[in-house]
């Protein structure tokens, strides 16, 4: 017998996201804080429901994409009270280790399994089912939610137990602060130097210094084109997670705090829905 | 008629240099401050000299790839009183772009050319002749010294005036110092998280977090090998030189500072000649 999906989360991952599964298994039921992004989806055949719980309730298997941590908590505080014995539930937000944990045991308790399953690959890699999917949880669970994250995405990796994949989104992004502050320093340096940007990026990429966000954001910076891949506002929650995280680890990093102060200092500036690499400017202005 | 060429500084780098030159033109003029690293290349053929001099006054063309600014002046003081007219020098060295153009301009007095052209590549690069080399000159000069350059490298480029080698490789540089930081944070957090770095890698290197680095340092990390790839001295050498040369553009590169702080302290602690990604052991001691 077909499970009944549920799919908590429209924003501009989210949607795509449904929009597979539902063009894929024919089924889909939803919720989304907005009701109007639910349109198209519902135009499609997908089932509206008024609230998370009612989601869980008609879903044997659920997929929660939202924005912060608290609203995760809101959305799974909400289901909680459904019948929930042997359902399976997925939440593909990008969020705190810990709280993927604690929302596993709570539904554990419910007799139903939990994966935490953050992606990478940004709204093209949702719109083309080729996201990055890593996943912890246990391998039953994951066995049951394969086929489909093989709609949503290529690259599934089971990483450990719940909250390890978050913990390696968060890996994922310190990586990302670091090679962003290079790139923008780089840059503002190679301006101000008098050289042609676009020159050294052609001169350097291929060496020890080549990077994806210098290949994918260099260029967008020499035009002046700072329109978001990825939201400032965004990174700020990642990297802020990520450090709390790190804290209760006993580790001082301290390029990634660095980094995330440059980029909090941009959101007060007004800056948080420009894309990541509008760091740039931020350094030239210190 | 063939140009003589001169050949100053045996090191890692220059020695791998040197022998190509020399089986290519069948003529070497060379110097190093230390006589037995010459001894190979006496052997095949190359004629020793005593002093950087006396390479400048037996040469038409002059290389010079030596260690600190303080060895670049010695060297090019040292030269300057040789007849000079009509010759070329090269300085491969990574260095500060003011100390070149100042060579420059006092080589110009004596109706010589000068070129700035620093490299990466690294040790391998030089053995194979497939460095990366970074110009700065006039057109004439490169010109002059391509057949040269076309020996030791693969990707030659002409960024600007002299001074605009050394500020691409320091854009270079500096880039890299922001991967290093993102890369060893996100490994430290990785393994305290509990996570399999191997794992961990293979999921996050093909997305936006993909670097070099990543690919190149990170499975020497996850196997404990700190060997040199690049020595945290040399890296200690060229950050600060960048920092100098972004402070007199008024710049605040805060990454760059960070990241060159952490290196001077492995430094301190006698982890010199150790390689740039051994900082991976110095933020997990933070």
Redesign the interface.
């Known amino acids: 017998m077909e499970e009944r999906i549920g799919f908590i989360g429209l924003g501009v991952m989210g949607k795509s996201m449904a929009h597979l599964l539902l063009a894929k298994f024919g089924n889909l039921n939803i919720y989304s804080r907005t009701k109007e992004k639910a349109l198209p989806l519902i135009e499609e055949g997908a089932s509206w429901y008024s609230s998370a719980r009612e989601v869980a309730q008609n879903s044997d298997v659920v997929f929660t994409i939202v924005g912060y941590p608290k609203d995760v908590r809101e959305v799974y505080d909400n289901m909680m009270n459904a019948p929930l014995e042997g359902k399976l539930f997925v939440d593909m937000t990008t969020t705190e280790?810990s709280l993927e944990i604690e929302i596993g045991a709570e539904l554990s308790k419910r007799g139903a399994s939990f994966i935490d399953a953050p992606v990478?690959?940004?709204d093209k890699g949702a719109r083309e089912g080729t996201l990055?999917i890593?996943c912890g949880g246990d391998d039953e669970a994951i066995e049951r939610a394969m086929k489909y994250f093989l709609v949503m995405g290529k690259?599934i990796?089971h990483?450990?137990p719940v909250?390890?994949g978050q913990?390696?989104k968060?890996?994922?992004?310190?990586?990302?602060?670091?090679?962003?502050?290079?790139?923008c320093?780089?840059?503002?340096?190679?301006r101000?130097?008098?050289?042609?940007i676009n020159?050294?990026m052609?001169?350097?990429s291929?060496?020890?210094?080549?990077?994806?966000?210098?290949d994918?954001y260099g260029p967008r910076i020499a035009r002046g084109d700072f329109a978001p891949g990825?939201m400032v506002k965004h990174f700020v929650k990642d990297m802020k997670i990520?450090i709390d995280?790190?804290r209760k680890?006993?580790?001082?990093?301290?390029?990634?705090e660095?980094?995330e102060k440059?980029y909090e200092e941009m959101e007060k500036e007004g800056e948080g829905n420009l894309g990541t690499h509008a760091l740039y400017n931020a350094?030239d202005r210190?």
Chains 1, 2 share one sequence.
């Open positions: 280790p990478s690959g940004g990055s890593m690259n990796r990483l450990g909250g390890s913990h390696t968060m890996a994922n992004q310190i990586l990302i602060a670091g090679t962003m502050i290079g790139l320093e780089s840059l503002v340096y190679a101000k130097a008098g050289l042609d020159e050294v052609a001169t350097i291929k060496g020890a210094a080549g990077c994806w966000s210098l994918n990825f990520a995280e790190s680890m006993g580790l001082n990093l301290k390029g990634l660095l980094v440059l350094i210190l």
